[in-house]
């Protein structure tokens, strides 16, 4: 079976279709989509940063691997809302309802096991390698990486 190139624009459209929970497809730079690493976000909102999302790029200085994984941003601290008071800039203030919160909760309950995963897990998997000799890699990705994450944003 001859596969389209992949590209992270290729891959987080099929991961999208693949989900079963709505995520919304966003490149970095909307001017040049198909060189842009791309995020799948939990939320129509415009300004995103508060959710955590699926990341797609190409390896470092390469567009023979495809890195994908979690991607949480955490914000800026209330303390620096009075430098950070226009509308926009308001924004980039981590409040409660920013997703950093829950992930930072959730790994301070990990127990000792699950620490050791989550360390490999990081590790590892982020910079996972698209093997393009499975017959469907972008759906191999998702069932053994991003699925079990795709729990984690939906629950978050």
Same mark, same amino acid.
């Not at 000799?133 to 069932?143: G, L, Q």
């Given at each position: 079976?001859?596969?389209?190139?992949?590209?992270?624009?290729?891959?987080?459209? %099929?991961?999208?279709?693949?989900?079963?929970?709505?995520?919304?497809?966003?490149? /970095?730079?909307?001017?040049? &989509?198909?060189?842009?690493?791309?995020?799948?976000?939990?939320?129509?909102?415009?300004?995103?940063? %508060?959710?955590? *999302?699926?990341?797609? =790029? /190409?390896?470092?200085?390469?567009?023979?691997?495809?890195?994908? !994984?979690?991607?949480?941003? *955490? !914000?800026? !601290?209330?303390?620096? $809302? &009075?430098?950070?008071?226009?509308?926009?800039?308001? =924004?980039?203030?981590? +409040?409660?309802? /920013?997703?950093?919160? %829950?992930?930072?909760?959730?790994? =301070?309950?990990?127990?000792?096991?699950?620490?050791?995963?989550?360390?490999?897990?990081?590790?590892?998997?982020?910079?996972? $390698?698209? =093997?393009?000799?499975?017959?469907?890699?972008?759906?191999?990705?998702?069932? +053994?990486?991003? %699925?079990?994450?795709? $729990?984690?944003? !939906?629950?978050?």
């Amino acid at each position: 079976m001859e596969y389209p190139k992949l590209t992270p624009r290729f891959i987080c459209e %099929k991961v999208s279709s693949l989900s079963d929970i709505k995520l919304i497809k966003r490149p /970095w730079d909307r001017f040049r &989509p198909d060189i842009s690493p791309w995020w799948l976000v939990p939320s129509t909102d415009i300004l995103y940063y %508060k959710y955590a *999302k699926f990341y797609f =790029n /190409w390896g470092k200085n390469k567009q023979e691997v495809i890195n994908c !994984g979690l991607y949480v941003e *955490k !914000g800026l !601290g209330e303390s620096l $809302t &009075p430098v950070y008071s226009s509308k926009q800039a308001r =924004n980039l203030i981590m +409040n409660k309802d /920013w997703d950093w919160h %829950k992930i930072v909760e959730a790994i =301070n309950e990990l127990n000792k096991d699950q620490w050791l995963w989550l360390n490999l897990f990081i590790c590892t998997e982020l910079s996972s $390698t698209i =093997n393009k000799s499975i017959a469907d890699p972008v759906k191999e990705v998702y069932t +053994n990486f991003l %699925k079990p994450l795709e $729990t984690l944003i !939906g629950n978050i």
